[in-house]
């Protein structure tokens, strides 16, 4: 069955550190790919999403994430994490044609210390 | 843009009562619509896929006679909880997308659903 796992429940950062959220996921072609941000009691922002093309994607707040097709990994990053940033982060996969349900990972809660 | 709206954004009910949630594509026209719940400190669950004029198609173990999905327009989905539980309690939140191809799902800020 498809799934996506992200490895770390919570992770906390010193405000300046670097972030690496690990996401991986489990499917026989390469499905569309999402990062999503929610804070508490809110809905859901998206940061950036893989389709297809450069593996590097750039979305919104300093995030990028790197798709990987040999690892089934597209793990989020942000060179310098703000006290903002803190919040659970989710990826997802949508599998087959776009327009089709998301499966979510469990989430990873980000906090940020001083 | 692609806002989608939910209404109420919180709401308290009784036991055994039904409750209505409406989710509105504000700005674009959702060939599909989506209903997740969350339960608190986890991840989103598909409950449904609403398609407009159509019925909707419910994830198994979800029960469609208890979480009743009208999809009556491009722009509205509801979601009615009938007979309403304290286990219903929960996050719902939906989404939709505005065609089929390459795009994403445009969330709504949910509705906290609280049954005493």
């Known amino acids: 069955a498809q799934s996506v796992t992200q490895p770390d429940i919570h992770i906390t950062v010193s405000e300046g550190a670097s972030l690496e959220l690990r996401c991986n996921y489990s499917?026989?072609?390469?499905?569309?790919l999402f990062w999503y941000v929610q804070s508490p009691g809110q809905g859901l922002q998206l940061l950036l999403k893989y389709f297809s093309g450069d593996t590097l994607v750039q979305g919104i707040k300093g995030f990028e994430a790197e798709f990987k097709r040999s690892q089934s990994s597209f793990n989020l990053r942000k060179p310098s994490v703000h006290w903002s940033d803190a919040a659970e982060y989710f990826c997802a996969v949508e599998l087959g044609q776009a327009g089709t349900a998301l499966i979510f990972g469990k989430g990873t809660t980000l906090s940020v210390s001083s | 843009g692609a806002v989608v709206s939910q209404h109420p954004s919180w709401v308290i009910c009784k036991s055994g009562t039904s409750v209505k949630i409406e989710c509105r594509s504000l700005?674009?026209?959702?060939?599909?619509m989506f209903w997740y719940r969350q339960f608190p400190k986890q991840s989103l669950m598909l409950m449904a896929t609403?398609?407009?004029?159509?019925?909707?198609?419910?994830e198994q173990g979800v029960e469609k006679d208890k979480f009743l999905i009208n999809h009556a327009s491009l722009t509205l989905s509801t979601l009615t909880v009938t007979s309403a539980h304290p286990e219903d309690s929960s996050f719902y939140i939906c989404s939709a997308t505005k065609y089929r191809g390459m795009d994403e799902q445009y969330f709504g800020p949910g509705t906290r659903l609280t049954v005493t």
């Open positions: 609403s398609n407009e004029g159509s019925k909707a198609t419910y």
């Open positions: 499917y026989g072609a390469t499905p569309y």
């Open positions: 700005d674009f026209q959702a060939t599909t």
